[in-house]
Every structure is written in C-alpha cells, then in structure tokens.
C-alpha cells in the first residue's frame, strides 16, 4: 500500500500543465507536490497526448478505462490522475512528475511519447510504464499496440456500401499525422471501402495536427464539396472538426475512432451524422496494465489488441444508421478476418491530398 502524492493546482503559467482526477481539465501552473491522507491498492497517473483528456477519442477512452478501473475496485479520486501535454515539449516533464511522485503505474498515451517514455523508464526502474500505440524496449514498459487496420477495415465497408446506397460512390478520409500508426487507419479503410465498393473513389488528406479541428473541418468542405458522403476520421481531437461540418450539412456521414461517437454526432433534430465508429480499446489497455500492477502480476513487453480479443472492432448498434443487412455484412467480413481468409495489410493506396482515381489517371 501507498500513499499517493496529489497535486495542488496554482496558476502561474498560460499553456501549462494539467492536473486533477474527475475534475475538468484547468490551466494551471507547474504542479506542486502534497501529501494526501488514505491509501491506495494501487496509483495511477495517465499523461494525455496534445488532444487533451476530454477530445471525445483516444485520450478520452485512456482515461474513461482509468476510471471504469477506479469504480470496478473502489479506489479514491487521490488514486488516480492525470496531466495534460499542452506540446510534445511537456512529455518528458509530465511523465517524470509522476515518477518522482511514486505513482505506481504512469501511462504514456500516444506514439508521439516513444522518445521521452525511452527517456524517461530507466530513471524509474520500480514504476510500471504503459506505452500505448508503440513499442519501447525497457523492460518497465508494457507495449499496447492495436490492429487498427482490421477494425478500419471494417468500417470501410460500412462507408463503401453507404456510399453505393447514397449514388455518391466517393469517401474521404481525413488522418491527423501522417506516418505508420494513423497510416494503418487509412490502409484498412481503403481496403475495406474497395472491398464492398470496387468503384469507389477514396479521397484522403492529412491535417498534420491532432488538435487543429479548424483545418480539419476545412478539409472536409474540401471533400464533402468535391461529393464525398462518408469521411472516416482518425484525427484525435482535430476530428471534431470533422463532425461539426457533418452536422452543419446535415446530409453527410461520418465515421467516428477510437470510441463510439454516436453521441457526439446528434443534431439539433436530434439525429446523429455518425455512420459508425471504430473501436480501438485504449481504455482495455489502460484497465488492463491498472489491474496488472494491483495484482503484482505486471510485465514489460508487448501485449495486442486485436479482433480476436475484442480490442479493435466496428460500432455495429441496430436501430441506428446501419441497415441490418450492413451490419450483417460487416460482421460476416470480421468473422472471415479473425478466421485468417482476409489479411488485412497495413501499407495505404492513396496518397494525402490525392484520391485513387487521380492517383491512376496519373
């Protein structure tokens, strides 16, 4: 049993860290350190990627399986925290705050941490690191890498179909960095949307941020215009910007990532411009390495999500804006991945700024 070190909010600095467990996030100062009565079966510290802790995607499900964790074993609100990144500069502090708290578990949320986590895990040899979305080689990391090409798979299909059934027979996706991670976004897309919808013509670009939700809405005029009626977003953050135009419009769809986004797609006429999402557990992988620790069971090493233990998947609710046709055909396509007759592949078709079709004229 430890006790937790909390820390005091002061406010010294504009686009600084964050610090709280439930609470919003809040400008704040360098976080100072300070006692906390009360015991923890085990502490936590998350550290946000840019996005923030509340950007509806990838932070938000890191820290919502934080909390599921918390609820499921009646810890305190002390136990558990997080910091915000407000820049990649803050990685290394943040992740280093916790360290030298003795948090028991800090997690590292994103690729973009790989140099500060490799940086920052030796100097901690008794802290337990999560890394997810890459892979360090310290031996105090646990690695969560995810499939994120088979459940984009997935979702490509659900777009190419609705693409058919809207006459369109063109979708878009719009990724926030370019590189392998979101890379494997875009390649399952593509080859789940050509898969339902041979003739499709699949338009993508790349907002170079995953914060910057004015570009991204700026490049889905771009493709909406140019008769897009699906975009598939992996942007983080700068993905709502993706979903405001969507509901600006009216008449277009979205594909939400990483959790489902339903929700955060419903219009004022209270319907919801979210085809569907995909599902990639970040908050499996952080309840997951919580509960290792809790039970002195945690190892370094990589651990995979994928189809065939429900880490990666397709929003698939009826009664939603799936036909049940769809949703049996999505499911049939999943069933044929896990079963090893599709191989979905990690390497893209389109490049950013293009569409295949320009790509094949050239």
Do not use: H
Request: aromatic share 8%; charged share 20%.
């Amino acid at each position: 049993m430890k006790k937790f070190l909390k820390l005091a909010l002061i406010s010294l600095m504009a686009l600084s860290l964050v610090a709280c467990s439930k609470e919003a996030p809040k400008e704040t100062g360098t976080p100072e350190t300070t006692p906390v009565a009360g015991e923890c079966a085990v502490t936590v510290g998350l550290v946000t990627d840019i996005g923030g802790v509340d950007d509806k995607s990838f932070n938000q499900s890191a820290w919502e399986g934080v909390l599921q964790f918390q609820k499921d074993n009646n810890l305190a609100d002390e136990c558990v925290s997080y910091l915000q990144s407000a820049a990649d500069a803050d990685y290394v502090p943040n992740l280093s705050t916790f360290g030298d708290q003795g948090v028991d578990v800090v997690m590292a949320v994103g690729f973009l941490f790989e140099q500060a986590i490799n940086e920052v895990a030796p100097n901690y040899p008794d802290t337990k690191f999560l890394f997810v979305d890459a892979v360090s080689p310290e031996a105090n990391v646990m690695s969560a890498i995810y499939a994120a090409e088979q459940g984009s798979f997935l979702v490509g299909v659900a777009a190419g179909l609705k693409a058919l059934e809207t006459e369109s027979n063109a979708v878009g996706f719009i990724g926030g960095m370019e590189g392998e991670i979101i890379g494997a976004f875009q390649a399952g897309f593509e080859q789940g949307v050509l898969a339902a919808n041979p003739e499709a013509t699949i338009y993508v670009d790349y907002v170079d941020s995953f914060a910057d939700d004015s570009k991204a809405q700026n490049l889905a005029v771009k493709q909406y215009d140019a008769g897009v009626s699906v975009i598939y977003q992996s942007a983080g953050n700068a993905g709502n910007g993706v979903i405001k135009e969507a509901k600006q419009r009216g008449d277009v769809w979205v594909v939400g990532v990483d959790r489902d986004q339903y929700e955060d797609g419903m219009t004022a006429e209270g319907n919801s411009v979210i085809l569907t999402s995909m599902i990639k557990r970040v908050d499996s992988a952080t309840y997951k390495a919580a509960e290792l620790a809790m039970n002195n069971e945690f190892v370094g090493g990589i651990t995979t999500f994928d189809l065939t233990n429900e880490g990666i998947g397709a929003e698939l609710t009826t009664g939603r804006n799936l036909s049940d046709e769809v949703i049996a055909t999505v499911a049939d396509y999943a069933a044929k991945i896990k079963a090893g007759e599709i191989v979905v592949t990690i390497d893209t078709l389109v490049a950013n700024g293009q569409s295949n079709k320009t790509q094949q004229a050239k």
